[in-house]
Every structure is written in C-alpha cells, then in structure tokens.
C-alpha cells in the first residue's frame, strides 16, 4: 500500500504540480465519527474515526463530559468528506470550526485532540507505515513508564465502596513503592494531597506542620523502602497555597525526590516561577495547559523543570510535539501526564519514540485489572516498566471490542 501511495505522489516531490493527485479519489475520505467511553478508573473516551474505505482510526480524548457530544454535533458534520491524512489542515479546520466554544482550552481542544489521534492512527494505516516514523523517525526502541501508585484507597476501590486496607499511612506508602519495584518499574510516582486525620482549611489552602509532617513521613518511609531501586515523584495536585507547598517542599528535599508536581494552581505562571526559584526541588506541571501557547510562558519564565502536557488533551500528538521542541530549546524534559487507556497510552509512546528530550510517560490503571485486556496483544504492552515502540502501522494498537463491551459506559 505504501508504493501505491507513493507513486500517487510522484511528480510532487520535482514540482511537476499537474500531477498532483485528485484529493477525492486518490485519498481515503471520513465517513464516520463515534465515541465509546469505557468505565476505567477514568471515563475513557475512546474515538473512532471510519473512512469510506474501511479504515478505522482510534484515538482517545481526556475523560470529560459533553466531549461527546462536541465530536457528534459539532465536529462531525464538518469532518465528513475531509481526507484523515492531511492532519494538520483537519486540526485548523476543528479549530476553527469551534472558535468561541472551546477551540483553545476546555472541552473544545479536548474533542479535537482525541480526533486528532485517530488522524495519525488512520494516516499510519494508509501508508503502511507506524506514527512515529511519519513524526521523523524512531529515536529510542522502548519508552520508560512511570507508575502512579495509590497508598491507600485506589479509585476503583473507592469505585466499589471498598476500603481494602490502612489508608495513606507511611507503611502504606512503603508497601506500594516496594509491589511497584516487583513488578518491574524503575520510576513511580505518589500524590501528596491525601488524607491524614487532620482537618485541611482548604479554601485558604493551608497545611498546618501536622500535615507537613505527615506528608514527610509517607515520603521518607517510601525513600527507606526503595531507596535507589527507584526514581520517586510526589503530587500536590495544585491544592495548596504557595506558602504550604514550599513548606512541603523543603520538607521532602532531604529525600531528593524526582520532582514535586503542580506545587501550585496553574494560572500563575509568576507564582510558579517564584515558587521553583525558592526551592531545591524539582518542579513538574503541564497537565492543565493546553497547546504551545500554554507552556510559552513556563519556559520562558524557568518556571518549571519537566514538562507534563497530556496528550489527548493539550491538542494532539502534533501539538506535544511542538510543545516538545520549544521545551528543547530550554533543555527541558518531556514528561506527559497520562491517564487513559491503551490507545492514549500508544499515542505518547509513538510521541516519546521520536523526540529527543522525552523522559517517561505516567501509567495511572495499575489498579485496573483489565487495561492490558483491552488491547488485542498477546503478551503485555508494558513489561519491566518499559512500552516497545512497535513497528506496525499507525498506532500499532487495536482493541479487544469484546472486553470494551464489558466495560462499556455508553
């Protein structure tokens, strides 16, 4: 298939413009729009894109409501008849189309995202060949997985009304960071922002030194259980006011942690640079930004230490992409925030696979026992907390409809 394609498109490449082929019968075109959402430990809403010729396309856009009813009412009716490879034109033509609903940040960039993707997986697919080399090429043959662990209640046990052990205690922290090593993953990740027994005055977003305290404690027994075995990071999921988080900051310091996460709320970027300017330890955030735009200013401003856009959210795999190369120039990180399901997960192992300063990638469903059951593979996608680029065509990933029906929302 790829020759076929390729030898549409001779003449192309010397200028002879005369030949360039005729968009409506030389190119696949879009038939079709639907949304599955799948009830993971997050709503994933999974995209499939059809052509006229059969191809199906998957992406996934970050769980959020009315994103379905975006792609149905709103991007479908302009993206029927458009041909899926000319992805770039197609994501100016959802932004445009949604300009003054969203087309920036919010849902809106968060439907054309998760299209987005499955543009890459139905060009990859008409060409023969896997998304990362349509990106410029494979860099690296297995991507690094980071593991988000839960030392206490899980949300799929706070799912099922279940409380299965000792909540967010140090020995439970412990005990997780060690299942964590076992199961093969040299990097994890741990939130912060977890009950401990005493009140929080949350609308001053304040910590009193108990709970300063306290979150030393979980990271300081996590250090003492897996000491070098692993790279640990911490999340405040931007709870706290800048005074607490530095607090907790200088706190956790002497444990050297990977990074501190989302000290802040994101939308002061000369908070956060003040902030990563009076402390010692590194600072992560991005999953709140969207597009180039939004991290423009982070950069520009060494406000942060790695950067975590999230994939189906931010704007698409080009977009990350973009995202990637201007946080280059700043000898910044990559480090996508991720919570989805295979096909989201996919999409920012193609990513990571061709940008030079890709660092890790987050997995948040070690607590769902039917993630890997999704993908059609005969053995795990992730083994020793690590993901192999595959080489087959655009994502390299199909779904298992069967498993998806067992667990299918709407």
């Keep these: 298939m790829y020759q076929d394609f390729a030898s549409r498109l001779a003449g192309t490449v010397w200028g002879d413009y005369d030949k360039i082929p005729d968009r409506t019968t030389d190119y696949p075109t879009i038939s079709e729009l639907e949304t599955v959402v799948i009830d993971g430990n997050f709503p994933w809403t999974i995209i499939k894109v059809t052509t006229e010729e059969g191809i199906v396309g998957l992406g996934e856009a970050y769980p959020s409501p009315g994103v379905h009813e975006v792609i149905t009412d709103y991007l479908r009716p302009v993206l029927e008849g458009e041909n899926p490879l000319d992805v770039e034109r197609i994501y100016h033509l ?36 896997p998304v990362y080399q349509l990106l410029g090429g494979k860099m690296r043959d297995s991507i690094r997985i980071y593991a988000d662990c839960h030392g206490g209640e899980s949300m799929v046990d706070a799912a099922l009304g279940g409380q299965t052990h000792e909540m967010y205690t140090p020995e439970a922290y412990a005990a997780e960071a060690r299942t964590a090593v076992q199961e093969g993953y040299d990097m994890i990740k741990f939130d912060l922002d977890v009950p401990s027994g005493h009140e929080i005055q949350t609308k001053a977003r304040h910590l009193t030194d108990v709970e300063v305290e306290h979150k030393r404690r979980l990271v300081e027994a996590v250090d003492a259980e897996v000491g070098d075995e692993a790279e640990v990071a911490y999340d405040l999921h931007w709870n706290f006011n800048a005074e607490s988080a530095k607090r907790v900051a200088d706190a956790i310091a002497p444990f050297n942690p990977l990074w501190l996460e989302d000290p802040l709320p ?3 970027t000369e908070a956060m640079a003040r902030f990563r300017e009076s402390v010692s330890v590194p600072i992560l955030t991005g999953e709140n930004r969207y597009g180039r735009h939004g991290f423009r200013d982070l950069l520009e401003t060494d406000a942060v230490d790695f950067v975590a856009p999230d994939i189906p959210k931010t704007g698409g795999i080009a977009e990350t992409k973009k995202i990637a190369d201007l946080a280059e120039a700043y000898y910044v990180p990559l480090t996508p925030h991720n919570v989805g399901s295979p ?30 059951n ?7 996608l992730i083994q020793d907390g690590r993901i192999t680029v595959p080489d087959r065509p655009g994502l390299g990933i199909e779904l298992d409809w069967s498993v998806v029906d067992e667990h299918r929302k709407y």
């Excluded at 999704?374 to 795990?380: A, F, G, N, V």
Aim: no cysteine.
């Design 266 to 268: 994101p939308e002061n």
């Design 374 to 380: 999704l993908s059609t593979e005969s053995t795990p």
């Design 343 to 372: 096909v989201a997960t996919m999409a920012g192992v193609h990513l990571g696979a061709s940008v030079s300063n890709f660092f890790a990638i987050e997995f948040h469903a070690r607590d769902v026992p039917w993630w890997e």
């Design 94 to 129: 959802m932004r445009e189309s949604l300009s003054g609903r969203g087309s920036q940040q919010g849902i809106g960039t968060i439907a054309i995202s998760g299209v987005e993707l499955a543009l890459w997986d139905i060009t990859g697919k008409w060409v023969d060949l």
